[in-house]
């Protein structure tokens, strides 16, 4: 989704960015002593760490490993990278199947489940849609026998497993994978983890929207607030919360208008286009594997049928935009949210 940060005033915390946004409110003159920020460019976005100052642990020497690790995750994942093993599962397409890393695996399997989970409303293998460009400067809509072409190639079906022998195999040569919907929150799981480990007992990881907590700053539940994509000046209200994830999908972080038509990133397994339901969706949970991957299912199923998605997880609160039925919030987002 978009980026958060930890900020000092209310104005300039509502006046910053798109989305998603985070703010605890400090004095200026306790918060440079007090809250250490670090911000980097991963995974296509800016990814933010905000702890609280331990005056017994290395702060950043804490954030540095952090980021380390998380950089090896991407560097582990990305479909961009030559010659790590997505790149290596793409090259064996319909050939045969290839060693995957633990980490892989993991992600890859919380694939399959959502997949499973959502009837396909969700799906890695959309990463042969390759003729989509939603770049500002260079925009392509495929024509349709191109992109009619690479639909054949969408079935997370034909994503095989074996976690036994740590191997995965796609089926059909010219397969792809896509994993920028599911991989964002392990790998800040991660970089939560190393922190930890370093001693860190209270921060804040925002990539692009999705967000992991753990701990309070200042003996306060970490803040976070939520934005309507239908207006992204607007804030919705906030929730505060000391330990969890919350994860976002939208359609207005990359988009473009072409013959008054806007078409965006999040793309329909089985048309191949942009969804045409939910602007937005924001959830909450103290797990991570609940909510993996769930937007998107939402943003892809439609509203309707995200409820339904939703109805049997009772530990997740849920905020749905969409097109047409406006906002609608679940029991406990509507118990949490504050204006």
Do not use: C
Request: proline fraction near 4%; charge should be positive; avoid cysteine.
């Amino acid at each position: 989704m978009t980026q958060t940060r930890h900020h000092l005033g209310r104005r300039r915390m509502l006046a910053t960015l798109p989305l998603l946004v985070t703010g605890f409110y400090l004095h200026p003159e306790r918060a440079e002593a007090t809250v250490r920020q670090a911000s980097r460019s991963l995974m296509g976005t800016r990814l933010d760490i905000t702890v609280q100052v331990d005056s017994s642990v290395d702060t950043d020497l804490a954030i540095s490993a952090a980021f380390a690790e998380m950089q090896r995750l991407v560097d582990l994942m990305s479909r961009y990278r030559i010659g790590n093993p997505v790149h290596a599962l793409h090259f064996a397409s319909g050939i045969q199947p290839i060693a995957i890393a633990p980490e892989l695996m993991n992600v890859l399997q919380m694939a399959q489940a959502m997949s499973q989970r959502s009837r396909g409303a969700f799906d890695i293998t959309v990463g042969a849609l390759t003729a989509w460009d939603f770049t500002q400067t260079s925009p392509v809509v495929p024509d349709a026998a191109e992109l009619a072409h690479e639909r054949q190639l969408v079935d997370f079906q034909d994503l095989i497993l074996n976690p036994a022998q740590s191997t995965a195999f796609l089926r059909k040569r010219g397969m792809r994978i896509d994993l920028g919907g599911i991989a964002k929150l392990p790998i800040l799981q991660a970089g939560m983890r190393t922190l930890q480990q370093h001693g860190i007992r209270n921060a804040m990881l925002n990539g692009g929207g999705d967000v992991v907590v753990k701990g309070q700053l200042h003996g306060r539940d970490w803040r976070i607030g939520l934005r309507d994509p239908r207006a992204p000046e607007r804030i919705l209200g906030t929730i505060d919360l000391n330990a969890g994830f919350v994860a976002a999908s939208g359609d207005y972080e990359r988009f473009f208008i072409r013959n008054g038509r806007r078409y965006h990133h999040v793309l329909d397994p089985k048309s191949g286009q942009p969804t045409s339901g939910p602007h937005g969706v924001a959830l909450v949970s103290r797990t991570l594997d609940e909510i993996n991957g769930l937007g998107a299912s939402i943003m892809v199923a439609g509203a309707s049928a995200g409820r339904s998605l939703l109805a049997p997880l009772q530990q997740v609160d849920a905020l749905i935009v969409d097109a047409h039925a406006g906002l609608w919030l679940s029991r406990g987002m509507a118990g949490r949210l504050q204006s």
